[in-house]
């Protein structure tokens, strides 16, 4: 009887505050203020999300949850990677651009660039042969 309580009020507390922490990173992910925060913001979402799954499998016994909270934690892990990606890609953020530079016109590499790029794409294409 009495681990049964414990149990309950333990799973009772813990939803309260996983839901807590939900609220809260959403709210992060809406004032932002720059992409990273909100990546990062959606990031603990997933984790937060797979807690309530977890702590919804202890208090029902239904094991199945389990399962689901570890496919999440693989898509959320994608979906970070995927997003790394995408920022890496873009370059710094418009906040964080110099001056004058503007996000929707990103500049043209010079000649000089283009042409090293081309001798490096060379040379390890020779490197494997």
């Given at each position: 009887m009495m681990p049964a309580?414990?149990?309950?009020?333990?799973?009772?507390?813990?939803?309260?505050?996983?839901?807590?922490?939900l609220l809260m990173t959403v709210l992060r992910i809406i004032r932002g203020p720059t992409l990273p925060d909100r990546v990062l913001g959606l990031?603990?979402?997933?984790?937060?999300?797979?807690?309530?799954i977890a702590v919804i499998a202890i208090r029902t016994g239904f094991n199945l949850y389990i399962d689901i909270a570890i496919a999440l934690g693989l898509v959320g892990f994608l979906a970070t990677v995927a997003f790394a990606r995408f920022i890496l890609v873009r370059g710094l953020a418009p906040e964080h651009a110099p001056q004058g530079a503007?996000?929707?016109?990103?500049t043209k590499p010079s000649s000089?660039?283009?042409r090293s790029g081309q001798?490096?794409?060379?040379?390890?294409?020779g490197a494997r042969r």
């Open positions: 309580m414990l149990l309950s009020a333990a799973t009772g507390l813990a939803l309260v505050l996983l839901s807590l922490a990031d603990m979402l997933v984790a937060i999300a797979i807690g309530l503007s996000a929707a016109a990103p000089k660039q283009v001798a490096g794409r060379r040379k390890r294409k």
